[in-house]
């Protein structure tokens, strides 16, 4: 939406200083933005995807039935406004196997706890992470059946 200049001249018209006309222009925007988003949910998490996408990979996403698809899905079991958190989460992840993928939608719904874990946590998991948990399971296990006699 482009900016009505003719708002801004009415607002310094009756004497509002322009930094408070620039304030409510913003928080009209925001609250057409959000009527936008109730109206429609998948459209704005898209839109949102885009936008983060566009400034991490300088272009606009490839976004097909399927992305639309899983748009959709998240949309529905997330909601608007978690599904948006996560995805701008997902997108600032540097998991290597995200990047091959190039942050596409799909790869987010089929990896939404780690995202999950990584937007509440922080903490990332990676591949060396991986391994030495599961020396630690394998070393557990071999500990337990040592004290039950079984090996």
């Not at 959709?72 to 290597?96: F, H, I, P």
């Not at 509440?120 to 040592?146: L, S």
């Amino acid at each position: 939406m482009k900016k009505d200049l003719g708002f801004i001249d009415i607002c310094l018209a009756f004497g509002v200083p322009e930094q408070a006309a620039e304030r409510i222009w913003k928080a009209y925007q925001a609250a057409v933005a959000a009527e936008e988003k109730k109206k429609n949910p998948v459209n704005a998490f898209i839109a949102r995807y885009c936008e983060v996408f566009k400034v991490r990979y300088g272009i606009n996403p490839v976004v097909d039935g399927r992305a639309a698809g899983v748009a959709r899905q998240m949309v529905k079991s997330l909601g608007v406004d978690k599904a948006c958190k996560l995805v701008e989460c997902y997108l600032t992840m540097r998991d290597t196997f995200f990047a091959q993928k190039r942050h596409d939608l799909v790869t987010f719904s089929m990896n939404l706890n780690s995202i999950a874990v990584y937007a509440e946590t922080g903490a990332g998991f990676n591949q060396t992470q991986a391994r030495a948990t599961e020396k630690a399971d394998h070393a557990k296990d071999q500990m337990r059946r040592i004290n039950e006699g079984l090996l």
